[in-house]
């Protein structure tokens, strides 16, 4: 007998439909009584099928199992917010420093101050 499930189900419809055609053979040959034993072997296998097939329905699917985490865990407490803001201000300032540092370094040229009249 198969193992898995759909072929389970058609394993018993060849069933019933072999017990249908050795029922039919009993048939013309004028066997009723073995005729009628056969045909009941076959409704008996078809009713197999459908309970199978109902009891395939019922079951519910195997899920996946959720994937295990890559990384592992921070095992350090986050920062808070406030402590976040700062380090962020002062290496926002840190960086205007440097852009304006090379600005600061050249020596001032003298303007040509104009009198007021």
Excluded: N
Aim: glycine residues 4%.
């Amino acid at each position: 007998m198969p193992a898995d499930f759909g072929d389970i189900t058609s394993y018993h419809r060849e069933e019933a439909a072999r017990h249908h055609a050795l029922a039919k053979a009993a048939r013309d040959r004028g066997c009723l009584a073995e005729a009628d034993y056969q045909a009941g072997l076959a409704a008996r296998w078809e009713e197999v099928a459908l309970q199978q097939v109902t009891t395939m329905r019922k079951t519910p699917v195997r899920r996946i199992a959720k994937p295990r985490q890559i990384f592992p865990a921070s095992k350090t407490p986050p920062k808070p917010v406030s402590v976040v803001s700062w380090s962020a201000l002062v290496r926002g300032l840190q960086y205007i420093a440097e852009v304006l540092s090379p600005t600061m370094d050249k020596p001032e040229t003298p303007l040509h101050i104009v009198p007021p009249r």
